[in-house]
């Protein structure tokens, strides 16, 4: 109820009406710390969330890695049809101009999961990301090598294992090159 000691205490605090309350700083400043809080754990559990259904599990959280094992051997297929495996991944052509070139993919692919190559190497990742990055390996290796005009593909031969199970075989291969336009 509005009387005349309240008109004059509302109208002493420049709130004519009465209507307006005083804000209490610390109830708006606990209500923001948790909203904040609040906002950033359904932020935190959407990505975890969300990594269990991503191939590179980004943001997720396992307990236990994987303890998947693979083996990958690099090969060139040449104009002929021929394949030719690549000792450690290294390799010699001779390029354009009659020079000897030799390629190494460890020169090109300085991944600590994917570099040594023919040794029995864990998947820290997990396998199906490292199956990821050897093909998109093979892209990067097949379109920084102009001067090899005699290798038209290459083929990744992997051995792996998923967590003590059977051991499986497959084959990625990088696209095939147009030898014909690159002249070195």
Not at 26 to 42: E, H, N, S, V
Not at 94 to 111: H, L, P
Not at 160 to 173: N, S
Request: aromatic residues 12%; hydrophobic residues 40%.
């Amino acid at each position: 109820m509005l009387d005349s000691k309240n008109l004059r205490d509302s109208a002493a605090t420049g709130n004519p009406t009465g209507a307006l309350k005083r804000v209490n700083f610390k109830t708006i400043r606990k209500f923001t710390i948790l909203a904040f809080c609040g906002a950033y754990l359904l932020v935190q559990a959407f990505c975890i969330i969300r990594a269990h259904f991503h191939v590179d599990k980004r943001f997720g959280f396992w307990m236990f890695a994987e303890s998947s094992r693979y083996k990958a051997q690099l090969y060139r297929q040449l104009a002929d049809g021929r394949l030719i495996k690549t000792r450690n991944g290294k390799w010699v052509v001779t390029t354009a101009d009659r020079r000897m070139a030799i390629y190494s993919w460890d020169d090109y692919v300085r991944d600590f999961r994917l570099n040594n190559l023919e040794k029995v190497r864990r998947a820290k990742v997990g396998m199906d990301i490292n199956l990821k990055y050897l093909q998109h390996a093979l892209y990067y290796l097949d379109e920084h090598i102009p001067e090899d005009q005699e290798t038209v593909k290459f083929i990744l031969k992997v051995q792996y294992r998923k967590a003590g199970g059977p051991w499986q075989h497959l084959t990625l291969e990088s696209k095939s090159r147009d030898l014909s336009g690159n002249s070195g």
